[in-house]
C-alpha cells in the first residue's frame, strides 16, 4: 500500500531510513525473479553449511536425486551410459583385473592348503564336526570379523538398525539388543556402580561383543577372533559419526526406526575382517603344475613324433620290403621265363630228336622188315644136299653155316621188332626106299639139321623139326627129294 504524499511521508518519519530496506525487501519477496537471484547468490553456501552441521541435505535430497536419476535413465538410457562410459570402462577393466588376481592368488592358495598338513587336519574337524571345509578353513585362518552391528537407542534400549556380514546366521536382532540392554541394567544394578561406569565389553568362547555408549545410542559389535585395538577406535568414531548426523533423529525418537534406514552405509563400514596373511610367495605350486602340464604336454608331443617318426619308418621299411619283393619276384619270373625258354629249347630239341629217332626207328623198322622178308626168303630157300639113304649134317658145311649166320640175324632183327621167331625144319627123303625108312630117315635128317643149327649158335627155342610124314604139315613143304625145306613163322 502506498497511501498519499503525506501517509508517505509519515512513514519515513516514523521508520526512518529501515523503511526503505523494509520496502526493498518486501519487494524482493514479491518479485520471484529477484527472490530466485537472490537465493541463487547464497544457496551453494546455506546447503554446504547445513550439510556439515548435520547432514540432512544429503538424506533430504537422496530421494529426489534417486526419482531424477531414474526417470533420466529411463527416457534416455544411451545417453546416460555415454556419460557414465568414461568412468565405468576404467572401473570394469580394473575390477577384472583385480578379479583375475584374486582367482589366481586363490587358485595357488587352494593348491597350496589342499597339499598342505593343515588342510588334510582341516577336512578331519570338518568331518567331525559336521561343517563344511569352508567353513572350517576360513575359521583357522581368520583373524578376526565383525560379524554382526547393533545400533540400540540408549533411553529405550530399542533396536534402531542392525546389519550382519554374509554367510553369519543372525537370529533376532530385537532380542538380542534387548538382552544386551538387559545385561547392562543387570550388572549395573547388581554391583552398584558409579552413574558413568557401562559395560563395553563381553566375551564368549571366540565372540567378542564391544559396546560403545553414546548420549543418545549404543553401538555393539559382535567379533570372533582375536579383537585389535583399532577396532575400539573404529567403534568410538562411528558413535560420533552417529550423533553428529542423526542427534536430531535421535532426540526426537518415539519407536519409529524409519528414519535410521540411511545409517546402515555407516554400519556395514565397520563389518571388516582380517585373515591371516600369508607370506606373498611366488606361486611355486602353480609354476611347478603349469610346469608338469607343460612337460606332459611336451612328452607327448616328443611321443606322438616318435610314433610319427616310427610309423614312417615301418612304412618306409615295409615300402622298401615290398620293392625288395617285387624285384624278387621279378628276378623270378626273369628266371622263369629263361627257364621257361630254355625247357622250350629243350622240348623243341627233345622234339626234334624224337622225331630224328622217330625216323630212324621208322626207318630201322622198315628195314628190319625188309631184312626180316629177305632173311625169310634166304632161310625158305636154303638147301643142303644129304647123300643117298644118309642123314649126316656136317656142322662146318658152308650150307649150315650160311643157314646159321641168316637165322641168327633173323633173331637179332626179329627181336628189335619185337617179335618172337620160330624156324619150321622138314626133312625129307626121296621114294627110292621103303616108307617106314624114308619116313625115319626124313625125322632123322630134320633132327640132324637142327642139333646142327644149334651146334653153331642158334637157340634152341626157335628151332623145331619134323619129318616130311608127320601130320598137319603144308603139302608144298613135303618133297619127294634128299633134302630139308624151312618155314619161317614171326609172332
Known amino acids: 500500500m502506498q497511501g498519499t504524499p503525506d501517509i508517505s511521508q509519515l512513514r519515513h518519519l516514523l521508520f526512518g531510513k529501515d523503511y526503505d530496506a523494509l520496502l526493498a525487501l518486501k519487494a524482493q519477496f514479491e518479485s520471484s525473479e529477484r527472490y530466485t537471484s537472490s537465493v541463487a547468490n547464497i544457496i551453494a553456501e546455506a546447503i554446504q553449511q547445513r550439510e556439515t552441521r548435520d547432514g540432512s541435505i544429503s538424506a533430504a535430497l537422496a530421494p529426489t536425486v534417486e526419482q531424477a536419476l531414474t526417470h533420466a535413465i529411463k527416457q534416455d538410457p544411451k545417453r546416460f551410459a555415454d556419460v557414465l562410459y568414461p568412468v565405468m570402462g576404467p572401473a570394469i577393466r580394473k ?4 578379479a583375475l588376481n584374486e582367482a589366481l592368488e586363490n587358485f595357488n592358495r587352494l593348491l597350496e592348503q589342499s597339499l598342505s598338513v593343515n588342510s588334510w587336519r582341516w577336512r578331519w574337524d570338518a568331518w567331525r564336526t559336521g561343517q563344511s571345509y569352508a567353513q572350517i578353513a576360513m575359521l583357522r585362518t581368520l583373524v578376526y570379523q565383525v560379524e554382526q552391528v547393533f545400533l540400540i537407542h540408549r533411553d529405550s534400549g530399542l ?13 533376532d536382532p530385537e532380542i538380542i539388543s534387548g538382552m544386551l540392554t538387559a545385561i547392562q541394567d543387570f550388572i549395573k544394578d547388581s554391583f552398584a556402580t558409579t552413574g558413568d561406569d557401562m559395560l563395553d ?7 567378542t ?5 553414546g548420549p543418545l545410542a549404543v553401538l555393539a559389535l559382535v567379533i570372533r577372533g582375536t579383537v585389535p585395538a583399532e577396532l575400539r577406535a573404529l567403534l568410538a568414531e562411528t558413535v560420533e559419526n552417529i550423533h553428529q548426523q542423526y542427534r536430531q533423529p535421535l532426540q526426537a525418537y518415539q519407536g519409529d526406526a524409519s528414519v535410521f534406514t540411511s545409517i546402515e552405509p555407516l554400519l556395514r563400514d565397520c563389518l571388516i575382517k582380517k585373515q591371516q596373511q600369508c607370506e606373498k610367495r611366488p606361486p611355486w605350486l602353480a609354476y611347478l603344475l603349469l610346469a608338469t602340464v607343460a612337460g606332459a604336454l611336451g612328452w607327448w608331443i616328443y611321443q606322438y613324433q616318435q610314433a610319427q617318426a616310427a610309423e614312417l619308418y615301418q612304412q618306409r621299411q615295409a615300402e622298401l620290403a615290398q620293392q625288395a619283393a617285387v624285384q624278387a619276384l621279378r628276378e623270378q619270373l626273369a628266371q622263369q621265363q629263361t627257364q621257361q625258354a630254355s625247357l622250350q629249347a629243350s622240348i623243341q630239341t627233345l622234339l626234334d630228336q624224337q622225331n630224328h629217332q622217330q625216323q630212324r626207328s621208322a626207318q630201322q623198322i622198315a628195314a628190319d622188315t625188309a631184312a626180316l622178308a629177305t632173311l625169310t626168303q634166304q632161310i625158305e630157300a636154303a638147301n643142303y644136299p644129304f647123300e643117298t639113304a644118309k642123314a649126316d649134317v656136317h656142322p662146318q658145311h658152308p650150307a649150315i653155316i650160311a643157314l646159321g649166320k641168316h637165322i641168327g640175324e633173323l633173331l637179332q632183327t626179329a627181336q628189335r621188332m619185337d617179335k618172337t621167331v620160330q624156324v619150321m625144319i622138314v626133312g625129307n627123303a626121296d621114294d627110292s626106299g621103303k616108307d617106314t625108312f624114308n619116313r625115319e630117315l626124313a625125322q632123322q635128317r630134320a633132327d640132324n639139321l637142327r642139333t646142327a643149327l644149334i651146334t653153331s649158335g642158334v637157340p634152341a627155342f ?6 616130311a610124314q608127320h601130320p598137319g604139315l603144308p603139302s608144298h613143304l613135303q618133297k619127294n627129294e634128299r633134302s630139308t625145306h624151312y618155314r619161317v613163322s614171326l609172332y
Request: charged fraction near 15%.
Open 159 to 171: 533396536l534402531l538398525q542392525h546389519v550382519a556380514s554374509e554367510n553369519v546366521a543372525s537370529k
Open 209 to 213: 561383543v564391544l559396546v560403545e555408549h
Open 462 to 467: 626157335a628151332l623145331v623139326a619134323y619129318g
Open 201 to 207: 565389553t563381553l566375551r564368549l568362547g571366540e565372540l
Open 95 to 98: 575390477s577384472i583385473q583385480q
